[in-house]
């Protein structure tokens, strides 16, 4: 077994407890919820990233779990968000809160956990986690509304992309390695070597995610094709035209911005896009990115907890869903 | 005029501005509607709070605009995600943000504009202050939850109602006080008085709002009768439940919890509920809190701020839209 996948099962329980534990303590009108979301499954990686780099740098003090707990909370809040905004049914295999509930508790219980997440933060005491914290509250929805305010738009470029899902996706998890780095109080150079580290992670994860969204149902449990059929414009569309002759790539655009494509054509569309490697070639760009975390990471203090993250680094490059 | 108008008059413009300040900070995609939540009139009541309450403890640093500012990104977040709960069209007599830019961006700029918030309040470096507007914001959406779980359940007595309103609406105004206070460093009693204000007086500001959604349109600009429509609870509905013989209760109550009036059902009860007194008995009991926030008055030190806020007791009271 992997060393990361080892102290996850470890740690997890631990992780899980003190979200239990945050769960209860909020309004009772919200807890249903809260505990549909954060108890649906999941790999609770983002949690598992702030006590770990917390570890590292010497604090093992049991406030990590209730603060890894807290970035679960700014986790599930962004998640009850996304799946109204997205009109997602299904999430992890299960009825999306939303659908169980309706879409006005989903928002209102995901600003309750945002809230929370506040008031759990403030119990470290330190002014760095709750600036934190909050501006990856920030990143994260002001990313959703570029890649809303892009959807469709094929002339959304490399860069564009990469700022959508460094702020929509990475900041966050730059968040749970940067907080857990501060509450050890760990000197100004790690932190910004744990943020880094957190932030690499966090690019190179979205890629991954963005890559598999053209494999097989069978492998993910996702319905393949999912960015296609939704409009989010992400590399492998520009990989995949670069692959068409002209004449061709200006009848797919013109499909593509009018969400004109039927079951068929994404079948057809999908399939040659698993054929033409652009899956592979965005992975290749996930690996420069997790190369530099990596790099990164040399700051961290050898032990136990470094070699996990490392070991991370290699799951994230081949996850398969 | 009023002495509390005279100087919201004087106070909004520095308001204003801070709040154009504070938007044009913001992540670029927020920003269109951000501008458009707080920039769409309303009388900004809770921002001049912050400011009246700081000053009557006798801080006068600039720092109580941005922290006026704001408390007013938090009002406007949980107006962003309420209209789209609400499914409201119009919100001060233009359409609402969801309708403009859609539910998506405006759930997602509402969670911006939570964030921004805390970002702004990190700046007085008082914990105090943090966890404060941290506990408003998740007792202001919880409140809202436990009012859609009790849509059309006339079994939700009086003490139920009066503790979704305190979540939902008085809290954040008790906290628009406290935070004032805490920034002036005014002692704990005097903290305690101007949350006790604040509640109090955002009690007796919702109680008034649900007296009036019975008022003519011509008067509010808003359609009579919306709760009756939607389904929400509030005591005018006992009231009125009080005056009917009881088996003309039970079918008014089938027709109300199966949200079967006709439109002209509906004007015959708004007619009959305004003649029966209901709106002035429930102004009544507004002024029995309006009276325990005068108690709570008497602790600020006398002044300009002092008098006006004493008389923003009075406009709450009389106030027909």
Redesign the interface.
């Known amino acids: 077994m992997r060393v990361f996948k080892k102290i996850l099962n470890a740690e997890d329980k631990k992780i899980l407890a003190a979200l239990r534990e945050e769960i209860a303590a909020?309004?009772?009108?919200?807890r249903p919820l809260a505990g549909h979301i954060l108890e649906a499954g999941g790999k609770r990686i983002r949690p598992l990233l702030t006590v770990l780099t917390a570890r590292s740098f010497g604090c093992h003090d049991p406030i990590i779990y209730a603060l890894a707990g807290g970035i679960e909370f700014l986790h599930g809040?962004?998640l009850l968000?996304d799946d109204?905004?997205d009109g997602a049914g299904i999430r992890r295999g299960s009825p999306s809160a939303h659908t169980v509930f309706?879409?006005?508790?989903a928002?209102?219980?995901?600003?309750?956990l945002?809230?929370?997440c506040?008031?759990i933060m403030?119990r470290s005491?330190k002014?760095g986690i709750?600036?934190s914290v909050?501006?990856a509250?920030?990143?994260?929805?002001?990313?959703?509304?570029?890649e809303?305010?892009n959807l469709r738009n094929p002339g959304l470029d490399y860069a564009g992309y990469l700022e959508i899902i460094t702020?929509k996706t990475a900041w966050l998890i730059r968040c749970a390695c940067e907080i857990g780095a501060m509450q050890a109080e760990a000197s100004p150079e790690q932190i910004d070597a744990a943020a880094g580290f957190g932030l690499e992670l966090g690019i190179a994860f979205q890629l991954v995610d963005d890559a598999l969204d053209i494999a097989p149902e069978g492998l993910t449990g996702k319905p393949s094709g999912g960015d296609l059929r939704e409009g989010k414009i992400t590399p492998l569309l520009h990989f995949y035209l670069e692959t068409m002759p002209p004449g061709e790539q200006t009848a797919f655009l013109h499909a593509f911005t009018q969400a004109a494509f039927k079951e068929e054509d994404l079948s057809a569309i999908l399939g040659r896009m698993r054929a033409c490697g652009c899956a592979e070639r965005l992975r290749g760009i996930a690996g420069a990115h997790l190369t530099k975390a990596e790099a990164f990471l040399a700051s961290f203090p050898p032990g136990e907890e470094h070699d996990a993250l490392l070991d991370l680094l290699g799951y994230i490059k081949d996850r398969e869903h």
Request: charged fraction near 20%; charge should be negative.
């Open positions: 909020l309004e009772p009108a919200a809040a962004t968000h109204v905004v309706g879409a006005s508790r928002i209102l219980a995901g600003d309750v945002l809230a929370a506040m008031r403030l005491r002014f709750l600036e909050s501006l509250a920030s990143k994260t929805a002001a990313g959703e509304v570029e809303i305010n702020n």
